[in-house]
C-alpha cells in the first residue's frame, strides 16, 4: 500500500484512495461540499478541498476529492496558497448564497458554517457582492422543503437519487446561472418522489430539509 506524507506526517494508504479521504481517516480535516467517496468520478466543483502535492521536486494545485494518492507523494493542505485559494472558493459559493442562518432548519448542523469557521472567513463575502437570486421555494411537498436560494450546486442529491435508481432532480441552465431543480420545474410533490429522504441527508445546507424540522420563517 502506498505511503504519503500529509503535512508532515506519514500515512499508508490504500492503493488509489482519493487524497481527501487519506487524510480525513488520518484526522486531517479538509474543507469540502461535493464530495462523495463512495462515488465513482468526483465532481470536484466547489473546490474548497485544494491543495498542493510535490512529486519529483514539482509541486502543483489538485482538488484532493479527485487526485488519488502516490507512494512518496508530499501532501501539503495548510499553505499560504492554498489557503488564499480556498477563501476564494468560499467567497464564491457565499456570493450567491441566501444567508439566513438563524431561521435555517439546518443551522446547527450547516457545512458552511463549519468551513467558515475553519477558514477564519465571514459568511458574508467583503470582497464580492452578492448576487443571491431570489429563487421560489418548493414548499409543495408533505414531508420536505427545497429552497434553491440556500442550494451549493453540491449535486450530491442528483447523486443520491441516481445511486437509488430515481431521476426527480437534475441540473438546469449552464454557467453562472446553473441550478438544482426537478425536470421541466416540475412541483417536487409532482415528480413521483416517494420520499426516501436520503437526498435531504446528503445536503450540506438548508436548502433540502425535513418540514418537522420547520424553520423560523415557516412560523
Not at 474548497?48 to 479527485?66: A, F, N, W
Request: hydrophobic share 35%; with cysteine.
Amino acid at each position: 500500500m502506498p505511503s504519503v506524507v500529509i503535512d508532515g506526517k506519514e500515512v499508508i494508504a490504500n492503493p488509489g484512495e482519493k487524497i481527501l479521504w487519506v487524510a480525513l481517516r488520518s484526522g486531517i480535516y479538509i474543507p469540502h461540499l461535493c464530495a462523495i467517496e463512495e462515488a465513482e468520478l468526483s465532481f470536484g466543483g466547489c473546490r474548497l478541498c485544494l491543495v498542493e502535492v510535490e512529486e519529483d521536486g514539482k509541486r502543483q494545485m489538485v482538488t484532493s476529492c479527485s487526485e488519488p494518492v502516490k507512494e512518496g507523494m508530499k501532501i501539503y493542505t495548510d499553505t499560504e496558497k492554498v489557503n488564499r485559494m480556498r477563501r476564494m472558493a468560499f467567497e464564491l459559493i457565499m456570493s450567491d448564497h441566501y444567508i439566513d442562518c438563524k431561521g435555517c432548519a439546518k443551522r446547527n448542523e450547516c457545512e458552511l458554517i463549519k468551513i467558515a469557521s475553519f477558514l477564519k472567513a465571514k459568511l458574508q463575502p467583503k470582497r464580492l457582492k452578492s448576487i443571491a437570486r431570489d429563487l421560489p421555494v418548493d414548499d409543495s411537498h408533505p414531508l420536505i422543503t427545497f429552497d434553491p436560494r440556500k442550494c451549493v450546486k453540491c449535486g450530491k442529491c442528483l447523486w443520491m437519487c441516481q445511486r437509488l435508481g430515481k431521476s426527480f432532480l437534475t441540473f438546469a441552465y449552464r454557467g453562472f446561472g446553473i441550478i438544482i431543480s426537478t425536470f421541466d420545474g416540475i412541483p417536487l410533490s409532482s415528480t413521483g418522489c416517494e420520499v426516501c429522504l436520503e437526498c435531504v441527508k446528503v445536503c450540506p445546507t438548508g436548502a433540502l430539509y425535513f418540514k418537522e424540522a420547520g424553520s423560523k420563517e415557516d412560523g
